[in-house]
């Protein structure tokens, strides 16, 4: 851009930084689903595990879990399932709701997370080849700022 053009003509910078996570995020899941791809845990039940062991032992009903993943109830029903089945998950009936249930990571589902996330740290090896641990501190504080602001104001 030239000079002259005025800086409403120019790309809104919020917008940019916005923009730009948005196509990291595209490009960055499709990799990830590529490395994920003939393993035992597809990418929807790898961010679901990635849920599960931020706080493995704490149990989660179907709603919160689709409140938090902010995706409609009955996919995520659909996905929980299949890990239930996998025994990634195991249910016990909710003392304070006798239709729903509590779900919980098992130690399978502990395992299949760390060997699902160690395909996905070797599978973007070089990523960050060139940064130095300053670089990646300071963009990562910048990024835990965005996601907090982001997980407040749902």
Do not use: C
């Not at 035992?40 to 993943?69: C, Y």
């Not at 509590?102 to 060997?115: C, M, N, V, Y």
């Amino acid at each position: 851009m030239s000079d002259q053009e005025t800086e409403t003509q120019k790309p809104d910078l919020e917008f940019r930084i916005i923009n730009w996570i948005g196509m990291i995020e595209q490009l960055s899941s499709t990799k990830a689903r590529q490395h994920l791809e003939g393993s035992n845990v597809p990418m929807p039940q790898f961010i679901l595990l990635n849920h599960f062991s931020h706080r493995p032992d704490e149990g989660k009903t179907v709603t919160k879990i689709a409140w938090a993943m902010q995706q409609p109830q009955p996919g995520i029903t659909k996905t929980l399932a299949k890990m239930v089945a996998k025994g990634y998950l195991r249910e016990e009936p909710n003392p304070e709701d006798g239709r729903s249930k509590i779900l919980f990571l098992t130690d399978a589902g502990r395992q299949a997370h760390k060997e699902a996330g160690q395909r996905l740290v070797n599978g973007m090896n070089g990523v960050f080849d060139g940064w130095s641990i300053e670089e990646k501190q300071s963009l990562f504080g910048f990024l835990d700022r965005l996601k907090i602001y982001f997980d407040d104001h749902r």
